[in-house]
């Protein structure tokens, strides 16, 4: 089976511009989890799914960031408009139930400048 | 509130040798996960290992083993006979509220992670 696929695996944009980041969690897995991950602030949870429905969204930093997820193959990540503190590895992963543990994709390395 | 602690922000060793890393974590519930992940230097987060708050028995797994010990809320991790291809960053991580009855729970709060060198 294919593991979580992230895209695109870098981007570099300057700041002001829109940023969407994709996920396709592993088929069957009724749980999403978008992370970010920095030098100062380690890994974060920034929001996660159940059966496409938002669940807990208390980690997203801002208004600028949002996410969906319009079906149970995919699901995005927005950041509008992008500020140069957002760059940072962005990772997304999925997992069967709450028992079973999250397997992740290889991140989205953004750079914004 | 859940707090997980990595004291060991980086470790050096010599190939062969053995090391140890430390994970202390705090929770007031009674029902629990723990996890370790690798983070190799290519970037990507590989699950290793999860062990069940109810479930003391300590795990092997090739080079690798695990001690979980409640009474001493550890869950430290331990690789025999160190390779190179062993340096990687390693997350410890805690999942509280777990319910299937409800949508909370599986959040994953991770240790800021050690990072490990093996030398030739």
């Known amino acids: 089976d294919a593991g979580v696929i992230q895209s695109p695996r870098h981007e570099v944009t300057e700041m002001g511009q829109e940023v969407t980041l994709r996920c396709k969690p592993i088929s069957g897995h009724d749980y999403l989890f978008w992370y970010r991950q920095t030098m100062m602030r380690g890994l974060e949870l920034l929001i996660y799914?159940?059966?496409?429905?938002?669940?807990?969204d208390s980690g997203m930093p801002e208004d600028r960031f949002s996410a969906k997820m319009p079906n149970a193959s995919f699901s995005t990540l927005k950041i509008q408009p992008s500020e140069p503190r957002d760059s940072a590895v962005y990772f997304c992963?999925?997992?069967?139930?709450?028992?079973?543990?999250?397997?992740f994709g290889d991140g989205t390395r953004l750079s914004i400048l | 509130a859940q707090k997980v602690t990595q004291a060991q922000t980086e470790i050096s060793v010599v190939e062969k040798e053995d090391v140890t890393l430390d994970c202390v974590y705090e929770?007031?519930?009674?029902?629990?996960?723990l996890f370790w992940y690798k983070q190799p230097p290519s970037g990507e987060l590989v699950f290793l290992i999860r062990r069940n708050s109810f479930d003391e028995q300590n795990e092997i797994s090739g080079r690798y083993s695990w001690n979980f010990q409640k009474s001493t809320s550890s869950f430290n991790f331990t690789i025999t006979a160190s390779q190179v291809v062993d340096s990687a960053v390693y997350f410890c991580a805690l999942s509280e509220g777990l319910s299937l009855n409800n949508n909370a729970g599986n959040m994953l709060t991770f240790g800021g992670g050690t990072r490990l060198m093996v030398k030739p």
């Open positions: 992963a999925s997992s069967l139930d709450v028992y079973q543990p999250q397997h």
């Open positions: 799914f159940n059966n496409n429905v938002p669940i807990d």
């Open positions: 929770t007031r519930d009674t029902t629990y996960y």
